[in-house]
């Protein structure tokens, strides 16, 4: 028995005429849908493919289509390889970081009581879900010399003297590990909620404690929360454009950065098509690792 | 899990943790009210940026725009969204897998990458940059977003309600209006939300796909802050803060209204 999509009726096995009617229906339904991701998904990065084989000339700014590698030979040039380098060291650490704040943040927040946990919860989401922009900007303030961390560091006794943190890779780093930390947190929460209590209770019992109990057997438990967490820090960090373009001052670029001065400034579209196809590679790279990941731990 | 032994080192993580995450939010509201220009000390309390942000013309057209931005993208988005869950609903196993597929893209790929290619793609064809591409380049991401939240929603749908409708005679029209929309609205107004606060705060799609003569409220911000260093920006930033947090915090409460048995932040946020 087949069900029509609107209204649930059941339908007889032969193609009546109102059988057919109903599925034209059915196909202008997935219409908007079809649109947008062939319009202005599919065929936008089809283009970018086919620019990034051709050759954009800087005094006319027209493109000629080619079939030719010079814009992917270019990118072996030692200032892009930098900044491809520069923007995967600083996902992955990023992404490091995340993982590692994040175990006992989950962790803490799923020790709570109910209500408690679900205020905690929301302390991690409301401010998630306000102004990336504004939040990447007020680390200008906390990290600029004189500015709080400074003054805290220094009153603390760990600091003496300027510490030249903003407009640095470091800066950057700490940007993104703030602005995706929760995406880090929220999966590895799910993981560690789902858990039996009683196994935890079994493994204390049996003597594990401390570091014993976090390392062996929480993290190992939480191992498919950090790999999800993993993608959805990994992969908007490496294609992060704010948060260099703020905290590192335009000095430090990301990959980001680099196609939008090339799309945008230089105006050399060919090459920037060619560093995006870069950060797409990038990016599938990442997603096939996934699979492989989760067969590693379950081996 | 409470009987599971505490351990301290954890609760400290944690705690500085979530304080980690609301340090700037609190920055920026306590530099809106700093009398000190240079923002470098706390020098007493002032009202003038907070005067200065709601009485300056650039802010007040660049809030404009975001909100043309904001209420286009949300309505393109949820239709899409809309349409297309109803479709996948009772779509062939390929076609809820390719559908899949295409949602899932478009989530994971960073927005400049699918933000340049829109850019490409209108300049080769000639259709001019301003409101109606930036509303465009946010639909796509943002569609694939209330997409996944109305998948959610569709699910708890019990299709026994529409049978037994249509069973007492209801013709099909009326079984959706009155039974499968009605179940869908929580969905519906929780897609609207995040569509529509997904489109406030975007940088990246509205830098590429404006053109010159559109300023959203994001890129004024961003041009403020990389261009010269104001205080005014601090206020701006008070404002649209407590507007994102009231939306976030109706946003969470319709969604977890909407959905029936044990409550579960995670699980209707779409974990």
């Known amino acids: ?299 | 899990m409470t009987f599971v032994r505490k351990h301290p080192l954890v609760a400290l993580i944690g705690v500085l943790g979530i304080a980690f995450m609301w340090l700037p939010i609190v920055v920026v509201v306590l530099n809106s009210l700093n009398s000190d220009p240079t923002l470098v000390t706390f020098g007493g309390f002032t009202t003038r940026w907070l005067h200065q942000a709601v009485t300056d013309g650039q802010v007040r057209s660049g809030l404009t725009t975001s909100l043309q931005v904001g209420l286009a993208t949300t309505v393109v988005s949820v239709l899409v969204a809309l349409t297309g869950v109803l479709w996948w609903r009772h779509a062939s196993r390929l076609g809820r897998r390719l559908f899949d597929v295409s949602v899932y893209v478009r989530l994971v790929l960073p927005a400049v990458v699918s933000a340049t290619a829109l850019f490409l793609i209108f300049t080769r064809v000639g259709i001019q940059l301003g409101l109606g591409s930036v509303v465009i380049g946010q639909s796509v991401w943002d569609s694939a977003f209330a997409t996944v939240i109305l998948q959610a929603r569709v699910r708890m749908l019990d299709p026994a309600i529409e049978e037994a409708a249509a069973d007492l005679g209801a013709k099909p029209i009326s079984v959706f209006f009155r039974v499968t929309l009605p179940g869908l609205v929580p969905g519906i107004l929780a897609a609207a939300v995040l569509a529509f606060s997904l489109s406030f705060d975007d940088v990246v799609t509205a830098f590429f796909l404006a053109g010159s003569r559109v300023t959203t409220l994001p890129l004024l911000i961003f041009g403020l802050i990389r261009f010269n260093v104001s205080p005014e920006v601090n206020a701006i930033g008070s404002f649209v803060t407590v507007l994102l947090i009231a939306i976030t915090l109706v946003f969470v409460w319709t969604i977890s209204r909407s959905s029936p048995g044990k409550r579960s932040l995670t699980r209707d946020l779409g974990y």
């Open chain 1, 1 to 299: 028995m087949t069900v029509d999509a609107t209204s649930g009726v059941a339908l007889g096995a032969e193609a009546s005429p109102r059988r057919r009617r109903l599925d034209a229906a059915r196909l202008l339904l997935v219409a908007p849908t079809l649109v947008m991701v062939v319009a202005f998904f599919v065929a936008p990065l089809a283009l970018i493919g086919i620019y990034s084989l051709g050759t954009t000339s800087l005094v006319t700014f027209g493109t000629h289509f080619g079939w030719t590698l010079t814009n992917y030979t270019s990118l072996r040039d030692s200032l892009y390889q930098g900044t491809i380098l520069r923007s995967l060291l600083l996902s992955l650490s990023a992404t490091i970081a995340c993982a590692v704040l994040a175990v006992p943040i989950a962790f803490f927040i799923v020790q709570q009581k109910g209500r408690m946990q679900t205020v905690l919860l929301l302390a991690v989401i409301v401010p998630f879900w306000t102004s990336f922009l504004i939040r990447i900007y007020a680390w200008t303030n906390i990290l600029q010399n004189g500015g709080l961390l400074q003054s805290v560091l220094q009153r603390l006794g760990l600091v003496h003297g300027s510490l030249n943190i903003l407009y640095t890779p470091l800066a950057i780093a700490i940007g993104i590990v703030y602005g995706y930390l929760p995406l880090m947190v929220l999966p590895v929460y799910v993981a560690l909620e789902r858990l039996d209590p009683t196994v935890l209770e079994a493994a204390e019992d049996l003597g594990s404690h401390g570091w014993h109990f976090m390392w062996r057997v929480i993290v190992p438990l939480a191992g498919p929360g950090l790999i999800a967490g993993s993608l959805l820090v990994g992969i908007p960090a490496t294609g992060e454009f704010v948060t260099p373009q703020i905290l590192g001052g335009g000095k430090t670029l990301m990959l980001g950065n680099v196609i939008a001065t090339q799309f945008l400034d230089v105006g050399n579209l060919s090459f920037g098509s060619a560093l995006a196809m870069c950060l797409i590679a990038i990016v599938v790279i990442m997603l096939l690792v996934q699979p492989l990941a989760r067969r590693l731990r379950r081996a």
